[in-house]
């Protein structure tokens, strides 16, 4: 079968490998589609730790075409999703209830064979059935809903709190719309991508701003701002260190911050303790997906999330090496990666 293989920083090539042998408690999935995520970016120039080589692709759902022994909830002609996460279940972290915090975790596309191939394995507890009637691509949107899951659920989000989300990717389209399901009322999303900015209003956010414009802390949090004072709860989803810096400000006296963007490993940010600490702004920061891919699988099912419209193109796995190497194109949300494609 071919597949995408990071070989090394900045090495990448698809190749023709051995189509894998489900063991016991797995499923062999035919992929359908796979997402392409800024950490698989991340991953080719190094920023973030991975057992090259090793198929590359941890947003992705399909077929099961096999079971190993022993699976009881799966057979072939299911369409799944998969939770890309194992945790070992044993370690401290673990016992505490925090998995993805697992000292011995080990994610299906960065540290074993991932779905940027035309076939997976994938053990039997990380799968989650999806509709047979969902279109494919839906199906890949289900890993990164299930981050953002996990960053509201820590947000704490009240009926009528405002909210602001910086960056217009896929994580802050998703994280909107989230923010809506969970009871805000007005939630502003900032980017300087005018077709980002739009899209935002049309499935869910309440207004949009575009920091080229103006600074965004007086645009925003300013007394003649969109939120002025602030907003409840601050969501950084671009994962850039001025937008990581801005986030605090843009807090109200009391609100709360969430991390959710993914930073190159080794950049820092400079902060001032200063003001949160007399603002007493809650930071926190949102890793991973622990429980509730269950959850994204399902709103991905019933429709209650927009995901078609977040589709920028697809490709074929021809043409992966030169997505991951390059920059998302302008206005781009998300490539998936349908191996079916010529």
């Given at each position: 079968m071919l597949a995408g293989r990071l070989e090394g920083n900045g090495s990448f090539f698809v190749r023709e490998v051995e189509t894998p042998v489900p063991g016991p408690g797995e499923l062999l999935v035919r992929i359908e589609a796979a997402g392409i995520c800024g950490t698989d970016r991340h991953l080719f120039r190094g920023e973030f730790?991975?057992?090259?080589?090793?198929?590359?692709?941890?947003?992705f759902s399909g077929i099961v075409e096999a079971t190993g022994a022993g699976v009881t909830r799966f057979r072939a002609g299911m369409r799944v999703t998969g939770d890309p996460n194992i945790a070992c279940g044993g370690c401290a972290q673990c016992r505490r209830g925090r998995v993805n915090l697992c000292e011995n975790l080990v994610a299906i596309g960065i540290h074993r064979d991932g779905g940027f191939a035309e076939h997976v394995t994938v053990p039997e507890n990380q799968a989650y059935e999806l509709p047979l009637s969902l279109p494919?691509?839906?199906?890949?949107?289900?890993?990164?809903?299930?981050?953002?899951?996990?960053?509201?659920?820590?947000?704490?989000?009240?009926?009528?709190?405002?909210?602001?989300?910086?960056?217009?990717?896929?994580?802050?389209?998703?994280?909107?719309?989230?923010?809506?399901l969970a009871g805000a009322g007005s939630v502003i999303l900032a980017t300087r991508q005018a077709v980002r900015r739009s899209l935002a209003e049309e499935i869910g956010a309440t207004g949009s701003f575009d920091p080229a414009a103006q600074d965004i802390v007086p645009g925003i949090a300013g007394p003649d701002g969109l939120l002025p004072g602030g907003a409840d709860i601050v969501f950084e989803c671009?994962?850039?260190?001025?937008?990581?810096?801005?986030?605090?400000?843009?807090?109200?006296?009391?609100?709360?911050?969430?991390?959710?963007?993914?930073?190159?490993?080794?950049?820092?940010?400079?902060?001032?303790?200063?003001?949160?600490?007399?603002?007493?702004?809650?930071?926190?920061?949102?890793?991973?997906?622990?429980?509730?891919?269950g959850r994204a699988a399902a709103l991905i099912a019933s429709g209650a999330i927009e995901v078609d419209r977040l589709v920028s193109r697809c490709i074929g796995l021809a043409d992966l090496p030169d997505a991951i190497a390059n920059p998302p194109r302008p206005g781009e949300i998300k490539v998936l990666v349908m191996p079916g494609l010529a």
């Amino acid at each position: 079968m071919l597949a995408g293989r990071l070989e090394g920083n900045g090495s990448f090539f698809v190749r023709e490998v051995e189509t894998p042998v489900p063991g016991p408690g797995e499923l062999l999935v035919r992929i359908e589609a796979a997402g392409i995520c800024g950490t698989d970016r991340h991953l080719f120039r190094g920023e973030f730790p991975s057992r090259p080589p090793v198929t590359l692709g941890h947003e992705f759902s399909g077929i099961v075409e096999a079971t190993g022994a022993g699976v009881t909830r799966f057979r072939a002609g299911m369409r799944v999703t998969g939770d890309p996460n194992i945790a070992c279940g044993g370690c401290a972290q673990c016992r505490r209830g925090r998995v993805n915090l697992c000292e011995n975790l080990v994610a299906i596309g960065i540290h074993r064979d991932g779905g940027f191939a035309e076939h997976v394995t994938v053990p039997e507890n990380q799968a989650y059935e999806l509709p047979l009637s969902l279109p494919p691509e839906r199906g890949a949107f289900c890993e990164p809903l299930a981050c953002c899951l996990h960053a509201v659920d820590k947000a704490e989000i009240r009926a009528g709190a405002s909210v602001v989300v910086l960056g217009g990717g896929v994580i802050g389209m998703l994280t909107v719309q989230l923010a809506r399901l969970a009871g805000a009322g007005s939630v502003i999303l900032a980017t300087r991508q005018a077709v980002r900015r739009s899209l935002a209003e049309e499935i869910g956010a309440t207004g949009s701003f575009d920091p080229a414009a103006q600074d965004i802390v007086p645009g925003i949090a300013g007394p003649d701002g969109l939120l002025p004072g602030g907003a409840d709860i601050v969501f950084e989803c671009a994962g850039v260190a001025e937008t990581v810096r801005q986030a605090p400000k843009l807090a109200r006296s009391g609100g709360t911050v969430v991390l959710l963007g993914v930073l190159p490993q080794g950049e820092t940010v400079e902060i001032e303790p200063f003001d949160l600490l007399f603002r007493e702004v809650k930071l926190l920061t949102s890793f991973l997906n622990p429980f509730v891919h269950g959850r994204a699988a399902a709103l991905i099912a019933s429709g209650a999330i927009e995901v078609d419209r977040l589709v920028s193109r697809c490709i074929g796995l021809a043409d992966l090496p030169d997505a991951i190497a390059n920059p998302p194109r302008p206005g781009e949300i998300k490539v998936l990666v349908m191996p079916g494609l010529a």
